[in-house]
Nanobody, 125 residues
C-alpha cells in the first residue's frame, strides 16, 4: 500500500514563500510519477506540477516560474517550493502518485491512483 503524507502548509502574506513536503513510500518502485494538486473551495482539483524517476518536471502555466517541484529519494520525500505566493494560490494542496515497473507518461494533468490527505495553504493580501 502506497502512503503519502503532506506537511508544510500554513498561512503567509502575498509575496511570501512556503515549502510543502510529501513523505512517500513510493521510492522503492522502479518507475513512478508524482505530482502536486491544489483545490480551492468550490473548484475542481487541478494539477500544478509533476516529476518522474528521472527528475523530469512539468508545470502548469499558473505556477511556472514561481513553484519548483523536487525530490529527495534518500529521504523518500517530494517537495513543492512555492515562491511569490498570491492570494489566488490559497487552496488545499495534495500530493499524488503512481508507481510501477513501466515507463509511464508523467505530467500534472493525468490521473493518479494514490493521494495524500492534503495540507492547507492560505495566502493573505
Amino acid at each position: 500500500q502506497l502512503q503519502l503524507v503532506e506537511s508544510g502548509g500554513g498561512s503567509v502574506q502575498s509575496g511570501g514563500s512556503l515549502r510543502l513536503s510529501c513523505a512517500a513510500s513510493l521510492y522503492s518502485y522502479e518507475r513512478y510519477c508524482m505530482a502536486w494538486f491544489l483545490q480551492a473551495p468550490g473548484t475542481r482539483r487541478e494539477g500544478v506540477a509533476s516529476i518522474d524517476e528521472d527528475g523530469t518536471a512539468s508545470y502548469a502555466e499558473s505556477v511556472k516560474g514561481r513553484f519548483t517541484i523536487s525530490q529527495d529519494t534518500a529521504k523518500n520525500t517530494l517537495y513543492l517550493q512555492m515562491n511569490s505566493l498570491k492570494p489566488e494560490d490559497t487552496a488545499m494542496y495534495y500530493c499524488a502518485a503512481e508507481g510501477g515497473t513501466w515507463k509511464m507518461t508523467c505530467y500534472f494533468g493525468r490521473s493518479y491512483p494514490y493521494w495524500g490527505q492534503g495540507t492547507q495553504v492560505t495566502v493573505s493580501s
